[in-house]
């Protein structure tokens, strides 16, 4: 059977797990945003928090992710269920370049832009709301793209565990020894990063105007 | 207007960068603080809207302690406009300047009103710019949107940090005398941060002489022409070599 022809046979599977997959993917990064992106504002008002929350941030994504999966597999609520594990892993890793593009952003800002808007009368929320994250959106935008496209690849390895997704097929052709297996995984996998980062980037050109 | 009474201002334990500053700013005048880069006139103008607080001593404006103002009504009663300008990129004319109202809660229409009113004062074609983004101006083009946005909650008080400095001195000259002909029409209390004597002679209406932190005293236009004062006199030989500014 040629690959297109196992592929059509088994695309109810196919399907299913390629929706599993977003769904392991989608639910992360919007916890990463929601985190990272007011942690990120955050460190930009308090600078003593910028080493331990970004330093944080880095040594969860310097961990291997199967081992990132291991450690957090004892823990009480968390580790109870593979895809609840796996969605904490995953809004983990993606944290770091949500919080840093953030950070950067904001602090990238023109200084003059910031002092001016300060000596206008500008409440620390209007600067953040009116200023300043309208002006670092472009950055920001480029870290979700960054974060999503890593968080598509290492939700192949939450297959592993047991929380689903294309890496079934992965792991299943590789046991079964079977190509086409592993590429049904794969392929897909490859096409949602590919994807995930096309429409990201347009939705980036989109969104930000050059407002340099 | 504006009070300074034994204010004393360092930034590290080292060094004060002003020291013993009695200084008052009367209604309706224009003071041009005067003196070497470093010799703390941005410092003491920053006081006044609270971006910096003093280290000992009071400010007061309209005869309240800045300390008991709250920071954000302070700067709304008072204009800041700063070299750079920093007008916000993302938004065009009309909003850079309608901003504060709009923060203030006044209607759409009376927005728009008081900036075409705004842009006229400072003789920018309200139907030319006010859909423009600042990128499409040139400097002085800025620096006149950034007077107007300063004005745009009519503040009784202006602040203006080396305003005019980036500008090229054929620009220089001509928005300096719009900015006169705008200051008699509203009879601001103003003051000015520059280097450049011969600006200070042709905006204000006193100056004060700032020399390593200290207050070398105030002067009317022609008292300080005429004073004897050795830091005075030092100003008045660079006019008359020529260059009116030290440093550009």
């Known amino acids: 059977m040629s690959l297109l022809d196992f592929f059509y046979r088994n695309r109810a599977e196919i399907w299913m797990l390629t929706l599993e997959h977003l769904w392991l993917v989608g639910l992360s990064m919007l916890l990463a945003v929601a985190i990272g992106v007011p942690l990120g504002v955050l460190i930009t008002r308090k600078a003593s928090l910028n080493k331990p929350i970004l330093g944080s941030a880095n040594v969860i994504q310097t961990i291997p992710s199967l081992a990132l999966f291991g450690f957090l597999m004892p823990l009480p609520w968390l580790g109870a269920r593979a895809d609840r594990l796996a969605i904490a892993a995953l809004t983990g890793y993606a944290l770091l370049p949500v919080i840093r593009n953030t950070y950067t952003g904001i602090m990238g800002v023109d200084p003059g832009v910031r002092e001016a808007a300060r000596g206008m009368g500008l409440t620390d929320w209007q600067l953040l709301w009116h200023v300043e994250l309208p002006l670092a959106l472009g950055v920001i935008l480029a870290g979700v793209r960054v974060a999503t496209v890593i968080t598509v690849g290492i939700a192949t390895i939450a297959a592993a565990i047991g929380a689903g997704g294309l890496g079934e097929f992965i792991f299943r052709g590789l046991a079964m020894v079977d190509n086409r297996v592993i590429l049904a995984g794969a392929i897909p996998a490859a096409l949602m990063a590919l994807a995930a980062d096309f429409f990201l980037g347009w939705a980036g050109r989109r969104l930000v105007p050059a407002s340099k | ?235 008045r030989d660079v006019l008359r070599t020529g260059d009116g500014a030290t440093e550009s």
């Not at chain 2, 003491?44 to 709250?70: A, C, H, Y």
């Open chain 2, 1 to 235: 207007m504006i009070e300074f009474r034994n204010v004393r201002y360092s930034a590290d334990r080292q060094r004060d960068v002003l020291l013993n500053l009695n200084l008052k700013v009367e209604v309706g005048e224009t003071l041009v603080l005067v003196g070497r880069s470093g010799c703390g006139k941005t410092t003491t103008l920053k006081m006044i809207n609270r971006l910096l607080d003093p280290s000992e001593g009071q400010i007061l404006v309209e005869g309240r302690p800045v300390r008991d103002w709250d920071p954000i009504r302070l700067r709304r009663r008072i204009g800041y406009v700063i070299q750079e300008v920093g007008l916000f990129p993302h938004f065009t004319i009309e909003r850079n300047i309608g901003l504060l109202p709009q923060l203030e809660g006044w209607p759409p229409e009376r927005r728009r009103q008081r900036v075409d009113e705004l842009l006229q004062m400072v003789s920018l074609d309200p139907a030319e710019f006010r859909g423009r983004y600042p990128r499409e101006l040139s400097g002085g083009q800025r620096q006149r949107v950034g007077v107007a946005r300063a004005l745009a909650a009519d503040p009784p008080i202006l602040l203006m940090d080396e305003p005019f400095g980036a500008l090229d001195p054929l620009t220089r000259a001509e928005i300096q005398r719009g900015f006169l002909a705008l200051q008699k029409r509203l009879r601001k209390t103003i003051v000015f941060v520059t280097h450049d004597i011969r600006e200070a002679l042709v905006v204000g209406t006193r100056i004060a002489l700032l020399e390593a932190g200290k207050l070398v005293g105030t002067y009317s236009r022609t008292a300080f022409l005429n004073s004897t004062d050795p830091a005075v006199a030092a100003y």
